[in-house]
Structure formats: C-alpha cells, structure tokens
C-alpha cells in the first residue's frame, strides 16, 4: 500500500449519512465502494500520519424515530385523607363539668363528648321561661284594658286619644312577649350547645381541655375525624387524564402494608387541570372495616393499564434536560445537528413518547450530543465489525455486499 496514499488523503472513514452516502441510488454504489475502498486503506495507514478534517468533528451515535402503540400502567402517587375532619369549638362560654370521651375511642354521631356547666344554663333557661309567662300576663292585661276603653268611647265617655293609648300599650306588650320568647329560644339552645357532641361517626383524635377549665366561645374542644371509609387524593398527568373516569377501580398501595392492596373507586374528578402542574386531582374512596387505613399516609394509586397508539418513541438517552425543557437533536441529510425542544410522554424500560415535536423519519442523536451547538456539524460513528465487514468486502470485490452494510447505517 503506498505511503503517498495515506499522507496526501489521510484516513477516510465512512461517515454515515454523508453527502457522499446519501447520493442517488443510480451513483449509489460506486460511492459505497469508493468510502469503503477508503475506509480499507485508512486501515493502513499509521497513527501518525495527516488526519482529514471530518476526523475533527465531534463523534455522535444516531437512532430513528419510531412510531409504536405504547402500553403504559397509570400510576400516581397521593395520601390518604379523612373525608370528615372537624375540631369541635365551643358555641357557649362556660367552665367544663364533665368529660365523657377518651381520646382513640370509636364515636357514633350524637354522642355526649363534654359539658361546658349546664346547670348553669338549666337556670338561665327557666329565668327566661318565667319571662314569658310575665310578658304573657301583660299582654292579657292590656288586652282587657282595650276591651274597656271600647265600650267606654262606644258611650262616649272615654275620648279617642285615651282608647289609641290602649291600643298603643298592647301592641307593646306584644312585643315584649315576642322578645322574650326568643330569649327563651336563645337559653334553650344554650343549653342544647353545653352538651358537645360528635357530628359524625368516627374516632377522638384529641381533646384540648381539661375538667374545670373555663372556655370562651371559639375555643376548640375536641378533634375528630372519620375513618371508614377513608379517601385517596392522587394527581395524574395530563396525557392520562382521558383514562380517568367515576367509578373506575383503582388498587391503592401502601408502605405499612407493601404485600396488600386495597380496593378504592374514582369519586371525584376535578373538572379542570392545574394550570401549575399540568395534572388533573382525582379522589377515590377505600373501604377501611379493618381500620388498617389512616389520615396523612403516602399511597400509590394504579389506575392499570393505558394504551397510547400510534406515538412517537425514542430512545430516553436522546432527551437531554435544559433551561427552555426537553431537547433533542435531530440528524440532518448534511449531517448537521438540530436542536428540538420537545414534549415528553410517558417513560417505558429506556424508551420515552415524545408528544410534540418529532415525527416518523427523524434521526435524532443518542450519544455524544451533550455539548453540541444549534446546527453544529457531526460525524457519525462506525462500529468496528460494519468497518471490518465493509473492508473485508471490497478487498473481495464484493461492492454490493459493502453498500449493504454501509447502507444499514444510514
């Protein structure tokens, strides 16, 4: 092989997806044979000696956009949450006479948790019972004093002022009767409210007061909260919110309990998508019997399976993550690289969907792009056994079989 060769052209490799390679198919295969014919006496030449200009470009591996029917299992990660939760508050000031609750103990709606001193409230309401009655005996009073005054200005022996003072009079009775009948409506309900009980079945979370303790209205008493069933609250992404839908099943994981999943059904859908985190909040209920389920633990929500046709796919090692989002570079016919921001699917054992932005026939890099510039010319890499194989081939004579191989890189 002679040396004049190999200094005045240095080593050629096939570059794949050159110009050269991507010819007409008319001139394809002199072309082939003509990159391979290089290729075999860069073989050859020694280390040391002139390296082409091509050799200089930075070296990239490249892989073809596909288009697949994606399996994807929707899974999304929430806690549970009680669906009733309520700290209880005085609604009456008063000093605590009695505790009747444990904190832990099971509660059924009703029940008598606290009294806040309703022996006082017992008076209050029979002073303001006595108060009616008094208005009531007024306004009888009154009453026949109108009565009087009537037959006496029917005689005229009374004067008409003196029969509308009387009726001015009742009318005021009246009113104090009224008055104190919501009084006595105020003192009964007074003594309703010194009595504290659950608003719903559940359990005593805690309590924040003690025997004898003097409590104002607005302090929080008790805490409790509903067990049974209990809900699950889960975000799930944007893309798979066609799959959500009321009723569907949903099994539920969680981390006390890895080995068992637990039934729930979708009952809340948010109508809209948050804005923030492109997701869509979704609620399940779970049956809780066993009372194993409890408020604040992280749960892992699976929807099943979600079938995404016709999407295109790439390989993860092609997305790289920049300020602007999710970018790719796409290979050109000149070999020059392109840079996509493009939005991603979902992720399938080192594959992702790419929603927007690529479409079937794009090649887009996979190695050696992590530093490249916007429309930065590359090279394509070899393999060694293709390089063998083309050289093998043209040393034979065997043109056709080195276009083949070459031809499987483009």
Excluded: W
């Excluded at 559940?202 to 303790?213: F, T």
């Amino acid at each position: 092989m002679s040396p004049s060769v190999c200094s005045s052209r240095g080593p050629q490799l096939p570059l794949a997806g050159s110009s050269r390679a991507r010819l007409k198919r008319p001139l394809l295969l002199s072309t082939t044979a003509a990159l391979a014919l290089a290729l075999t006496l860069a073989l050859g030449c020694s280390d040391g000696q002139a390296v082409a200009p091509e050799m200089k470009l930075p070296l990239v591996s490249a892989m073809p956009v596909t288009i697949e029917d994606l399996e994807d299992r929707v899974t999304a990660v929430g806690e549970l949450v009680a669906p009733q939760h309520a700290e209880l508050s005085a609604e009456v000031d008063g000093r605590v006479t009695e505790l009747m609750l444990v904190e832990g103990q099971s509660v059924t709606a009703g029940d008598p948790l606290l009294e806040l001193d309703p022996a006082k409230r017992r008076l209050e309401l029979a002073a303001a019972r006595a108060h009616v009655s008094e208005a009531a005996a007024s306004v009888e009073n009154v009453r026949r004093q109108v009565s009087r005054q009537r037959e006496l200005q029917a005689r005229n022996i009374s004067s008409q002022s003196a029969l509308d003072d009387s009726e001015t009079e009742l009318r005021l009775a009246h009113a104090k009767l009224a008055a104190a009948k919501a009084d006595l409506g105020v003192e009964s309900r007074a003594l309703e409210e010194a009595t504290v009980r659950a608003t719903f079945d559940g359990m005593v979370v805690r309590r924040m007061v003690s025997l004898g303790e003097y409590v104002q209205v607005g302090r929080s008493l008790v805490e409790i909260v509903s067990l049974n069933p209990i809900e699950v609250e889960f975000r799930v992404a944007e893309i798979d919110s066609s799959f959500v839908r009321l009723g569907q099943e949903v099994a539920v994981h969680v981390a006390p309990y890895p080995d068992r999943s637990f039934g729930a059904k979708v009952t809340v859908i948010s109508p809209t998508i948050d804005p923030n985190t492109r997701t869509l909040r979704v609620k399940a209920v779970v049956d809780n019997a066993e009372g194993l389920l409890r408020p604040g633990l992280f749960a892992r929500a699976d929807l099943g399976l979600s079938v995404h046709e016709g999407v295109a796919v790439v390989p993860s090692s092609a997305v790289l993550q920049r300020v602007d989002g999710s970018v790719v570079f796409v290979l050109d016919g000149t070999n020059r690289a392109t840079r996509r921001v493009v939005q991603l699917g979902s992720f399938q054992e080192g594959r992702v969907e790419v929603t927007k932005g690529l479409q079937a026939g794009d090649r887009v890099l996979v190695r050696g792009h992590a530093d490249l510039l916007d429309g930065q010319q590359v090279r394509l890499y070899v393999p060694e056994d293709v390089a063998g194989d083309v050289a093998e081939d043209v040393e034979e004579g065997n043109t056709a079989a080195s276009a083949a191989h070459l031809d499987s890189l483009l």
